[in-house]
């Protein structure tokens, strides 16, 4: 499957340079129509980040965030344009998500629940940064049942699957547990770029004293546009 992957992308990369060879004056853009596409895309893209950054970076009340993030997307689907219209649905998603994180930062932990589960929509599934958000709702809410679901409910492969199950362990106040998954963090020299290497380090030292004071919650995952917490 593999080799017929391989082969049906170089029979149209040769393609492409025949059709370039027949026809020297096409553009880039004229072989490959889609490309253009996409780049439309990612302008629009860019400019709606562009304008939700300021209100990740601002320091005004949470009820005139809110606002301004609804006024954001209202403002955004009043234009009728394809490219807008295409990407409108992840642009909405990212308000709720933004929206989310500043009522977990205000204490109001069931109404983030509901922003990230329109985040989702109606996804069956639920993993990644958006059940991680999820898990540390639910912690605050001292709800571990629903919280460890979403924790369960991780990839092995997700980044941020063995803090999560840590940090999760820490709260319930299961010490051997939470040591064994930040251990296999600093085990693991592939996370040494991670930002959580040093905090597992530290949080190992403080779980091997005899006073152990356990942390309280999970790590809310941003979704600040640029953030790109994952490769951090």
Do not use: W
Request: charge should be positive.
């Amino acid at each position: 499957m593999k080799k017929l992957i391989i082969l049906s992308a170089v029979l149209i990369v040769l393609s492409s340079c025949k059709q370039k060879e027949n026809n020297p004056n096409l553009s880039h853009h004229d072989l490959h129509p889609g490309c253009k596409h996409e780049e439309e895309l990612g302008k629009v893209v860019d400019s709606f980040n562009l304008k939700l950054t300021p209100l990740y970076n601002s320091n005004l009340p949470a009820n005139i965030l809110i606002f301004k993030a609804d006024s954001l997307i209202k403002d955004f689907n009043i234009s009728k344009s394809q490219f807008r219209s295409e990407v409108s649905k992840m642009c909405q998603d990212q308000i709720s998500y933004f929206k989310a994180e500043i009522f977990y930062k205000n204490g109001n932990f069931k109404e983030s629940i509901k922003q990230i589960n329109n985040s989702i929509g109606k996804y069956p599934y639920v993993f990644g940064d958006n059940a991680t958000a999820l898990a540390a709702n639910y912690v605050k809410l001292k709800d571990y049942e629903s919280a460890k679901s979403y924790i369960d409910s991780l990839r092995k492969g997700d980044y941020i699957y063995h803090y999560a199950n840590a940090q999760y362990y820490e709260c319930i106040k299961n010490k051997e547990k939470a040591i064994e998954f930040y251990q296999s963090i600093v085990n693991d020299s592939s996370k040494k770029r991670r930002f959580y290497f040093k905090i597992a380090q530290n949080r190992l030292k403080e779980l091997n004293k005899n006073n152990v004071v356990f942390e309280s919650e999970i790590i809310f995952p941003t979704m600040k546009p640029g953030s790109q917490t994952y490769l951090q």
